[in-house]
């Protein structure tokens, strides 16, 4: 690309300033690759979602981890595995998607607060009824009537009516916290302090009618406690209906875009809270979106960044920065003729990279076509070896892996996925493959096409801390118009709720007779 000098309006190539700025390419790309080498990624493993009035995060300054080699670094090593003649040592392997060590999670109290406060509330609830039983054989048990055969039947029926509770509240809220919320669960806070303040009323009746007084009538403190019993999971049928079944129906219509590709989703959804939604929006971006790769989206901005450094203006005159809205408008002007012809490099640029795509891919078909030739013939030579000698699948991939790395690791490369895959990822997916006897195809999927972020460990574990932007409250929820955003460290995904129509159907009666037709035939015809 020629450089374009401007000199106090009139401009000229010079060949100097494009020789100069040739070599500072060079120099930044070498000292840009030097230091991608040395630098490493620590990813965040703790689910949270931020408020929004929380500053957002800063992404870490240190980029995935590439290898310390080229594209030919094994072109000179070989590995006699009978398959290739040109194949790659196991020592050679060593920098092969090399993974990086992220430290150790620490433990978040805050994380497990909301398990820990149910855990207690349940306690509680399990233990008042039983306090109500025993309390007055305690304090003044000479004095309490006789418990016939209706009390041992309430006995029966508290036992029976604890134990359902009992499991019913360890299925509705014992369970593992999937993510850390911004603010408290409405309903959740709600079903607690109703909870509480029906312990608190039925203690203090107990105290002021039953303990003061010390009531002689057990079997009416018997049924007292199995009223208690009852409220209690009469709340429980209620934390059910609010937090399982109200938000089943579909009411919304959410479209979530990703701010870097554009690629779009469509999730239906019920009466949610933002957060809640936000929630939701997460758990089917990891299933559904396909893995994002930031090396993808840098062509266009590499580019439009070498076309822009190619641009220099001189200040002959002097006039310092009376000259800079000429200097602006001159790079304008020039950028502008440069768009003119800018769509042939992008089209020759793309044709050469789907050029070197399909080289690579066929490369490493049959690769890996070989490869697997080769391991159904050990397999047949595997049987006639006593059971003791048998290589394990591991083994075997370990074997043949040597004999596609390179092919696999140029295409890697070429499509930029090298930091979705380690070497010891590959070699798990083969052995798998090798053990279940799949085809190369089937091993070859994995990398042929994109697939989803949760399928891809190391990439998701760098997508696992989310910032929620909205600016109505997160506890909120859902409305027609409903805008947030939820930022991840290089990217966002753009949430726009709009409400699902309300669908009139009408009847038409359509008469049984109404659709037949009778067809008369002539009798004479013509021959």
Not at 43 to 58: E, F, L, R, T, Y
Not at 67 to 81: F, I, K, P, Y
Not at 110 to 128: A, C, N, S, Y
Not at 443 to 453: D, H, K, N, R, W
Request: hydrophobic share 40%.
């Amino acid at each position: 690309m020629d450089t374009e000098s401007i000199h106090s309006g009139y401009s000229h190539h010079s060949n100097r300033s494009r020789g100069s700025n040739k070599q500072s390419d060079r120099s930044s790309r070498d000292r840009h690759k030097s230091h991608s080498r040395d630098s490493s990624s620590r990813s965040d493993k703790n689910v949270i979602i931020s408020a929004s009035s929380a500053q957002p995060q800063q992404p870490d300054q240190s980029s995935a981890p590439t290898d310390a080699q080229d594209d030919n670094w094994g072109e000179t090593t070989t590995a006699v595995t009978g398959t290739s003649d040109h194949s790659l040592s196991q020592e050679d392997l060593a920098g092969f998607g090399k993974e990086t060590d992220t430290p150790a999670e620490k433990l978040n109290c805050i994380r497990f607060l909301p398990l820990v406060l149910t855990l207690l509330l349940g306690l509680l609830v399990l233990v008042t009824p039983l306090a109500f039983l025993v309390l007055p054989q305690l304090v003044w048990p000479e004095r309490l009537q006789a418990c016939g055969t209706a009390c041992e039947g309430l006995f029966l029926s508290l036992a029976f009516k604890l134990l359902i509770l009992l499991l019913a509240g360890w299925a509705l809220f014992v369970r593992p916290t999937r993510a850390s919320l911004p603010r408290i669960a409405v309903f959740r806070a709600l079903l607690g302090l109703l909870t509480l303040l029906l312990l608190l009323s039925y203690w203090l009746f107990f105290g002021v009618r039953i303990l003061d007084s010390q009531d002689e009538n057990y079997q009416g403190i018997v049924q007292f406690a199995v009223s208690l019993v009852d409220a209690l999971l009469f709340i429980h049928y209620l934390a059910v209906v609010l937090l399982e079944i109200r938000h089943l129906q579909p009411c919304f219509s959410l479209c979530v875009v990703r701010s870097t590709d554009g690629e779009t989703h469509h999730y239906n959804l019920g009466l949610l809270s933002i957060q809640r939604a936000a929630l939701v929006i997460l758990e089917n971006y990891y299933k559904d979106f396909s893995v994002h790769n930031p090396a993808l989206l840098t062509a266009a901005k590499s580019r439009a960044a070498k076309h822009l450094a190619g641009l220099k203006v001189y200040d002959v005159d002097g006039a310092g920065s009376e000259a800079a809205t000429a200097q602006s408008r001159a790079k304008i002007a020039a950028a502008a003729r440069h768009r003119d012809t800018s769509h042939n490099e992008l089209y020759y640029e793309e044709a050469e990279h789907e050029r070197r795509v399909r080289k690579r891919r066929a490369r490493l078909v049959v690769a890996v076509e070989e490869a697997f030739t080769h391991v159904r013939r050990l397999q047949e030579e595997e049987k006639k070896k006593p059971p003791g000698d048998e290589m394990d699948p591991r083994e075997a991939a370990q074997a043949i892996f040597p004999s596609m790395a390179r092919a696999l690791q140029k295409y890697l490369r070429t499509t930029r996925q090298q930091h979705c895959h380690s070497m010891d990822s590959i070699q798990a997916h083969l052995a798998l493959c090798i053990t279940n006897n799949m085809t190369p195809k089937a091993f070859l999927e994995s990398y042929l096409v994109a697939g989803p972020t949760l399928q891809y460990g190391r990439v998701c574990l760098q997508a696992r801390q989310w910032m929620l932007v909205s600016e109505a409250s997160v506890t909120s929820p859902l409305r027609h118009g409903t805008e947030f955003q939820l930022k991840c460290n290089d990217f966002s995904l753009v949430v726009t709720s709009k409400d699902i129509p309300h669908v009139k159907l009408s009847e038409e009666f359509v008469h049984p007779k109404s659709h037949k037709f009778v067809l008369q035939m002539q009798s004479e015809t013509s021959v």
